[in-house]
């Protein structure tokens, strides 16, 4: 949801709810998260973007800070600034701005102290549906995954829904350390405090 709220696009558009956030602290201190198009065996790896524009590492949040959007030509010129090589380009349309190997950095916490100090939780294993408003941040889906007692596992819960505002949500979200590169998007089990739960 970070990647779509920094589009270039969104920005222009103004239907970002990090618009207007640029310098600001949006997330946890704890908190970075790297764009890296020049990773070794990155599975979105290129030395170029969609429009021939030579590609570099971003850090679109540092330490809890946004420091960038996703700009491809067109939507550096609606934000008057510079393209900063983040074109993607689809097969039946023009290029638009996207994130490449995009990772989070890994805390200092095992998931294991992690769950020691939740005390008392929900461990979310798969999210279904879709329910994000992109304008105001408000989020609701559908969630599975096991309950958390006294700092352990307990047993497996389903059909819960999760619900909270991605602006609170990324302030009080905290990165594990057990970052993983599988895929284009990778990041490590996060702690996200203060979210409604409904259906146990």
């Known amino acids: 949801h970070l990647s779509a709220a920094i589009s270039g696009n969104a920005i222009a558009r103004g239907t970002s709810f990090l618009r207007g956030q640029m310098g600001q602290q949006v997330m946890h201190d704890a908190v970075t998260i790297i764009d890296d198009p020049l990773r070794p065996r990155g599975l979105r790896s290129a030395s170029f973007d969609g429009e021939g524009v030579k590609t570099g590492k971003l850090t679109p949040i540092e ?13 550096a010129r609606q934000l008057e600034t510079k393209t900063n090589g983040r074109a993607a380009r689809s097969i039946g349309g023009p290029p638009s701005p996207s994130a490449t190997n995009l990772y989070m ?5 095992s998931v ?26 408000d989020y609701s889906r559908g969630a599975s ?7 352990e596992i307990a047993y497996p819960v389903s059909e819960m829904t999760i619900a909270g505002n991605l602006k609170e949500m990324f302030l009080h ?5 057990d970052l993983h590169f599988r895929r284009g998007v990778n ?14």
């Not at 979200?173 to 350390?177: K, S």
């Not at 990041?187 to 146990?200: D, F, N, S």
């Open 173 to 177: 979200m905290t990165p594990a350390d």
């Open 112 to 137: 294991a102290t992690m769950l020691k100090n939740i005390g008392t939780g929900f461990y979310v294993t798969e999210l279904i549906g879709m329910g994000v408003n992109g304008v105001t941040g």
């Open 63 to 75: 330490n809890g800070v946004l420091q960038c959007w996703w700009l491809d030509s067109a939507s």
């Open 187 to 200: 990041a490590p089990t996060i702690l996200v405090e203060g979210m409604a739960l409904a259906g146990l």
């Open 105 to 109: 950095q890994a805390g200092d916490d």
């Open 145 to 151: 995954g096991f309950w958390i007692e006294n700092g």
